[in-house]
């Protein structure tokens, strides 16, 4: 595991509390999941999990990875059967092919993963990407841009093979702690 990040992220979650507080799934995420045909669910850097417990509440069978045992201690206790916590670090986790009807990553950035979570999908299964992107409109202090989108990234992972269901840009709610761009796509894997 890559300890220096699961020390950095345990002690942000530590030391932030309102990174742990319930909160609202993404609305994006909302409008696009009555669209997936199957149940089982993979949420990439879960965090304390609203998008998994949406999910779970919504009959999901929810895989929750992360790099913080804080984040999936706070998720675990909160009693889902439907919910497996998995503490990974996802530059060596293997995301098993085929195997997923909806796959989610909102929050978080690593483009090598992209394709790797693209080939985990069922075919008919949803790839649904909302994270950060650079806009001078962004907030929060100046960011590593390897963890900020370029205008119309999204877009650019994906041939031919997915049909494209969503995609937006667009300034996030007030449930985050700076004002931010984003960027969100959803996907159906058609092969």
């Given at each position: 595991?890559?300890?220096?990040?699961?020390?950095?992220?345990?002690?942000?979650?530590?030391?932030?509390?309102?990174?742990?507080?319930?909160?609202?799934?993404?609305?994006?995420?909302?409008?696009?999941?009555?669209?997936?045909?199957?149940?089982?669910?993979?949420?990439?850097?879960?965090?304390?999990?609203?998008?998994?417990?949406?999910?779970?509440?919504?009959?999901?069978?929810?895989?929750?990875?992360?790099i913080s045992k804080v984040a999936l201690d706070v998720l675990n206790a909160k009693g889902f059967e439907n919910i497996t916590c998995k503490l990974v670090?996802?530059?060596?986790?293997?995301?098993?092919?085929?195997?997923?009807?909806?796959?989610?990553?909102?929050?978080?950035?690593?483009?090598?993963?992209?394709?790797?979570?693209?080939?985990?999908?069922?075919?008919?299964?949803?790839?649904?990407?909302?994270?950060?992107?650079?806009?001078?409109?962004?907030?929060?202090?100046?960011?590593?841009?390897?963890?900020?989108?370029?205008?119309?990234?999204?877009?650019?992972?994906?041939?031919?093979?997915?049909?494209?269901?969503?995609?937006?840009?667009?300034?996030?709610?007030?449930?985050?702690?700076?004002?931010?761009?984003?960027?969100?796509?959803?996907?159906?894997?058609?092969?």
């Amino acid at each position: 595991m890559a300890q220096k990040d699961k020390i950095k992220w345990d002690k942000k979650y530590t030391e932030i509390s309102f990174l742990l507080e319930d909160k609202l799934p993404s609305e994006k995420l909302i409008k696009i999941e009555k669209n997936v045909k199957g149940k089982k669910a993979l949420d990439i850097a879960s965090g304390a999990g609203r998008n998994s417990i949406y999910l779970a509440k919504k009959g999901f069978e929810v895989e929750a990875l992360d790099i913080s045992k804080v984040a999936l201690d706070v998720l675990n206790a909160k009693g889902f059967e439907n919910i497996t916590c998995k503490l990974v670090d996802l530059d060596e986790y293997k995301v098993p092919k085929n195997s997923y009807d909806l796959i989610i990553m909102t929050n978080f950035l690593d483009r090598n993963l992209i394709p790797k979570l693209s080939n985990a999908l069922k075919k008919d299964g949803i790839l649904f990407i909302e994270t950060y992107m650079e806009d001078k409109i962004n907030e929060k202090p100046p960011s590593n841009s390897n963890f900020l989108l370029k205008k119309e990234e999204l877009k650019t992972f994906f041939d031919e093979s997915f049909e494209i269901l969503d995609y937006d840009e667009f300034l996030n709610d007030d449930s985050e702690l700076f004002k931010m761009k984003k960027q969100c796509i959803a996907v159906r894997k058609m092969v």
